[in-house]
Structure formats: C-alpha cells, structure tokens
C-alpha cells in the first residue's frame, strides 16, 4: 500500500514516512486478525496461538494494534458505522451478522442491487462476467480467497468537534452539520429518510436503516448532500445516468475503533492516538477500494462538485469545502482540515478456510507445488 500512497492520498501528514513502524516497510509478511467478543475470550485464543509462534524459527511478532467496541458502541467521532453493505449473490445468509446496539447478534439486511460473488472471491464470476485476476497460484490457494486493504486511520476528534462548534449557533445545528458530513445521524438513521432530525426508530429497525435510494427520493442532495460521505462512498442509484456502474466499485467493509475516547465536550486533540482500523475485502483493490478513494473521496467531478472532497475522509488540507444544498440558498462550508491521517495501511491476500488447510497440512500437497510454493 506504501507503494500506491499518492494515488491513496497518502501525502503530506499521512505519508509513508509518518507511518507507524513497520507499517509500510518490507518487513510485514503476516497478518492476522482475531475477533472476540471479549477480552477473556480473546486472550484464551492467543496464549496458545503466542505458544505456537513461539516455536516457529524466523517468526515474531512486530506489530499489534488492539481495537475494540467503544462503550458508546459508535465510532469516536460519534457514529454508528457498519450499516452499508453490499448484497452478494448466492451468499445464502439472510444479510450481515452484525452486533446490535442491545449486544446481541442479528442480521442487518443488504440494501441494492445483487453483485455477483467474483467481486469478493476469487475462483467466482464477476460483475464483467470473468475470474477476477491474478489470482495467487496454485488454484487451490487461491479459491475462495480475496484480497483485503488494511488501513490504520487517526481520528482528530478534537478538530472535528472544533469544526463544528466554529459553524454552528447551537448543538442542534452541530449535529446537523456532522450529520449532512455524514449522510446519516449518529443513530445511523439515513438523512434521505430522515431529514430534519435524528430517528432511532428508523436507524434499529434493519428493515428500514439502509432501505434507501438518492434519484427520486433526493436528486439534488436537500436531505443528503452530494458530497457527504455515505453518497460519495455508495452512490447508490444516483449515477445511473452515467457510465459508471457502481456494482464494480464495492468492497466489503469491516472496521473497529482503537484509543480510548477524547472527553466528552473536549475540543482539543490530546495527543493520544486513537481511530479506526478498517479493512476492505474484495477481489480487485484497483477498481473498488482504490478507485472509491482516489475518484469518489479525494475528487468531486463525479457529483458535479468540482474539487470538492469527502468531508470525513478526503485527504483535505484546510482549504477545502463542503457544499450542503438548502433552499433559498447553499450553504458552503470552508477551510476543511484534514479528520483522518494515515497512519499506515497494507495490502494482503485473505486465504479462504480450504486453502488454509492446504497450507498447514503439507502432507496432503503434491510434491511438485510443494517445493514450487513452499520457496515463493
Ligand atoms: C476516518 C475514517 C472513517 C469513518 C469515521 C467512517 C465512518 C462511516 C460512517 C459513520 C458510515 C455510515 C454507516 C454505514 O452506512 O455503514 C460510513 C459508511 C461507509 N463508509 Fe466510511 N468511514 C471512514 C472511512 C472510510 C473509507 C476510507 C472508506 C472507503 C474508501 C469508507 C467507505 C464507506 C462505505 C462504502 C460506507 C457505506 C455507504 C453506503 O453503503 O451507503 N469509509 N462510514
């Protein structure tokens, strides 16, 4: 990913070189994530699994990064995250397994068209109608598995609310100017189908959080601006006038905030890191991950917003603006700091659970791959 930094927007502050070692440098080979649903949970899987590596001659760990639920179950800069997903064909589940704001399990169905599963996995047809490729060889590796941007992103929370309390009268207007940054309110309720204010009836109810579109319900961007973050990132059914197919532009999301919070009501950045580790999961990281955010976050043409970027997310500089359209007249937001640096990211291959049996049980390979694979 260092490699691809300025296509990423990865410059100035959010550079390689400022990057958290050794994110970025030749020494990470591995990585490997644990869920839990628990802090004793996770250290019963990792003492054995620290015991395994332990044993292995060339092996160790340099890095770590703990991430977990905030108590507010939002992000840090006070929103719940992980509604928007895309639907996969032939998935067979009744949407994505998600924890709820009560702490149980349940499913959150997808919204949009179906996307053929060679998006996501390798080995599957795609939304063009082939393989994706290049896939890892031999087949056996590389079937079921997909290619994962990992991204270690640094929230400056304090700015953010800065930013706000400097365009605002009122925390009522506060909300709503993070919520038109957004495309949701902090409940995860859609602007599109919530305008005026916050509306946790829609944002629990999975039937209805991510039941929306933008071409008939919201073409000029009253209720959601065009360039609030969710529009830019999943514009939906709103450029179907064009030439770009949005279905060959998704990526599987997952993410989890690390750091503990800033204060609540504090407006300065403390100095403490804290942020969102995220990865995306899909079969061409060019034309998903990469071009969502080189063409989608760091540029406006696509919406008719000229320069404009992603007011979240967008490698801003402190010149940038953010237009939120309201009638009589716009509303144009200025001098837009840089929310989110950098601060390190890599690109990876995701065996699938066959492959991962292959590669731990050399017994059942073939000489010849064996030797071919085992050096690579
Ligand atoms: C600073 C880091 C970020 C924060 C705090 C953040 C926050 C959010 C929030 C609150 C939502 C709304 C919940 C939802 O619809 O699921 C969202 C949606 C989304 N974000 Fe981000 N995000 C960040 C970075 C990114 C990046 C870097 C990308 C891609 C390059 C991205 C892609 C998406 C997508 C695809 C959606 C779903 C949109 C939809 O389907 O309507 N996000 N994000």
């Known amino acids: 990913m260092a490699a691809r930094a300025t ?25 490997l994530s644990v869920f839990a649903p628990d802090r004793a949970a996770l250290d019963s899987v990792l003492a054995p699994a620290r015991q395994a ?40 589940v009744a949407g ?25 996995l390798l080995g599957c047809t795609n939304q063009l109608g082939q393989l994706t490729e ?19 992103l640094h929230l400056r929370v304090g ?54 579109n933008y071409r008939q319900e919201d073409p000029t961007g009253l209720r959601c601006p065009l360039g609030s973050h969710i529009r830019r990132m999943n514009p939906r059914d709103a450029l179907e006038d064009g030439i770009v197919d949005v279905r060959i532009h998704r990526a599987l999301r997952r993410g989890a905030p690390y750091g503990p919070m800033l204060p609540e009501g504090q407006l300065e950045d403390d100095g403490v890191d804290r942020g969102i580790v995220f ?22 043409d696509f919406a008719g917003l000229g320069t404009e970027k992603d007011p979240l ?4 500089d402190g010149t940038g603006t953010f237009t939120i359209p309201k009638r009589p007249v716009r509303r144009r937001l200025h001098q837009l700091p840089r929310f989110a640096v950098t601060k390190g990211g890599e690109y990876l291959f995701m065996p699938g659970i066959r492959a991962l049996n292959w590669l731990g049980d050399l017994e059942d390979r073939p000489d010849t791959s064996r030797t071919q694979h085992a050096v690579k």
């Open 159 to 212: 700015a953010f609310r800065r930013y706000l309390k400097d365009n605002a009268s009122s925390a009522e207007e506060e909300e709503l100017l993070a919520a038109k940054m957004v495309g949701r309110w902090p409940s995860g309720a859609p602007l599109v189908l919530a305008p005026e204010h916050d509306d946790a009836a829609i944002a629990t109810d999975p039937q209805r959080a991510n039941d929306f």
């Open 134 to 152: 290049p896939m890892p060889q031999p087949g056996v590796l590389a079937r079921n598995g997909t290619y994962v941007a990992f991204r270690k």
């Open 313 to 316: 997310v967008g490698n801003n």
């Open 7 to 31: 296509r990423l927007g990865d410059t100035g502050e959010s550079a390689p070189e400022h990057w958290d070692a050794p994110l970025g440098s030749s020494d990470v080979h591995v990585a």
């Open 96 to 120: 994505i397994l998600q924890r709820t704001r009560t702490g149980e399990y349940g499913y959150l169905p997808p919204f949009g068209p179906t996307i053929k599963a060679g998006e996501f």
């Open 53 to 92: 590596l332990d044993a292995l001659d060339g092996v160790s760990v340099i890095y770590r990064l703990d991430a977990c639920q905030l108590p507010t179950k939002r992000t840090h800069l006070g929103f719940v995250d992980g509604i928007g997903e895309p639907d996969i064909e032939g998935a067979g």
């Open 279 to 300: 990865i995306f999961m899909g079969t061409d990281l060019v034309r998903q991950f990469e071009f969502i955010k080189s063409q989608w976050a760091d540029d406006g």
